[in-house]
């Protein structure tokens, strides 16, 4: 017999809680992503034909527009890296936010942790951003010059964005639980960071501003996949605030949510 009380399981006997549940979690993305492409011709693809567009227009744009001096490398390659880094964390966020409050009526019916509603999104993507960045080492010849071993960045990239939008998205998510304007504020955030964030510019443009953008988690894997696909210098500072931020919000957001869950309900 399954007895819950207001008071949180320690750290260990959650963690367990949530390792037995991974099936359900699988279950849950492979739900999501299926009903999500569910009669579409092209499936997966459109995952990333949207980002690729998206990039195609900006680096045409702009390259004729502003003509950003980003050194040796390709613009192309350089705004197209930072539009599926983007795409993953913005898309992801977006969807997690709600998903405690979305899922009420499944979690209400079968106790597992809720952060796994929280993570199916995060699974769920993780496919899309598998693609582009496979597309991306692909493409990089081809619109620019091949970056070496630096084109193998992209892997402790993806790993950091994922942690990044983990940890991101357990902490709104839990907020939005109590705050129902939540969602709202990240949109309107992440519309904001978006351009606070060197996807389509080089950072080094605002000058002595620059030092600013480092303060943003996302700048330091941007600038991470930038490397790996125009072969610039690697991040320093930035990409130290990036993992420091990605650590504390996967540990805030955890922390939330093992002290939490069992109070969720009463405001679902």
């Given at each position: 017999?399954?007895?819950?009380?207001?008071?949180?399981?320690?750290?260990?006997?959650?963690?367990?809680?949530?390792r037995a549940h991974l099936p359900v979690l699988d279950m849950l993305a492979r739900k999501d992503f299926q009903t999500r492409y569910k009669r579409a011709s092209f499936g997966v693809l459109w995952v990333v034909a949207m980002p690729v567009l998206q990039a195609v227009v900006l680096a045409v744009v702009f390259s004729r527009v502003a003509?950003?001096?980003?050194?040796?490398?390709?613009?192309?390659?350089?705004?197209?890296?930072?539009?599926?880094?983007?795409?993953?964390?913005?898309?992801?966020?977006?969807?997690?936010?709600?998903?405690?409050?979305?899922?009420?009526?499944?979690?209400?019916?079968?106790?597992?942790?809720?952060?796994?509603?929280?993570?199916?999104?995060?699974?769920?993507?993780?496919?899309?951003?598998?693609?582009?960045?496979?597309?991306?080492?692909?493409?990089?010849?081809?619109?620019?010059?091949?970056?070496?071993?630096?084109?193998?960045?992209?892997?402790?990239?993806?790993?950091?964005?994922?942690?990044?939008?983990?940890?991101?998205?357990?902490?709104?998510?839990?907020?939005?639980?109590?705050?129902?304007?939540?969602?709202?504020?990240?949109?309107?955030?992440?519309?904001?960071?978006?351009?606070?964030?060197?996807?389509?510019?080089?950072?080094?443009?605002?000058?002595?501003?620059?030092?600013?953008?480092?303060?943003?988690?996302?700048?330091?894997?941007?600038?991470?996949?930038?490397?790996?696909?125009?072969?610039?210098?690697?991040?320093?500072?930035?990409?130290?605030?990036?993992?420091?931020?990605?650590?504390?919000?996967?540990?805030?957001?955890?922390?939330?949510?093992?002290?939490?869950?069992?109070?969720?309900?009463?405001?679902?």
């Amino acid at each position: 017999m399954l007895s819950l009380g207001p008071e949180p399981d320690p750290w260990r006997a959650w963690l367990a809680d949530v390792r037995a549940h991974l099936p359900v979690l699988d279950m849950l993305a492979r739900k999501d992503f299926q009903t999500r492409y569910k009669r579409a011709s092209f499936g997966v693809l459109w995952v990333v034909a949207m980002p690729v567009l998206q990039a195609v227009v900006l680096a045409v744009v702009f390259s004729r527009v502003a003509r950003f001096d980003i050194g040796d490398g390709s613009y192309t390659a350089f705004v197209m890296s930072g539009i599926f880094a983007w795409a993953y964390l913005a898309g992801t966020v977006q969807v997690a936010t709600t998903a405690v409050v979305d899922g009420a009526s499944l979690a209400d019916k079968v106790w597992f942790p809720r952060a796994v509603l929280v993570l199916v999104p995060v699974l769920a993507n993780l496919v899309g951003l598998v693609v582009s960045f496979v597309l991306l080492a692909a493409l990089v010849p081809v619109v620019g010059d091949w970056t070496g071993w630096r084109i193998l960045l992209l892997v402790p990239a993806a790993a950091l964005l994922v942690g990044l939008t983990t940890g991101l998205s357990l902490v709104v998510s839990a907020l939005h639980v109590y705050f129902r304007d939540m969602k709202f504020i990240v949109q309107a955030v992440l519309l904001v960071a978006l351009y606070l964030t060197p996807i389509i510019y080089p950072a080094d443009l605002l000058g002595r501003w620059s030092g600013w953008l480092d303060l943003n988690p996302a700048t330091g894997i941007v600038e991470l996949v930038h490397t790996a696909a125009t072969g610039s210098a690697l991040p320093g500072r930035a990409l130290v605030v990036s993992v420091i931020a990605t650590i504390a919000l996967l540990l805030a957001g955890a922390e939330a949510h093992r002290r939490r869950d069992r109070l969720f309900v009463d405001l679902l």
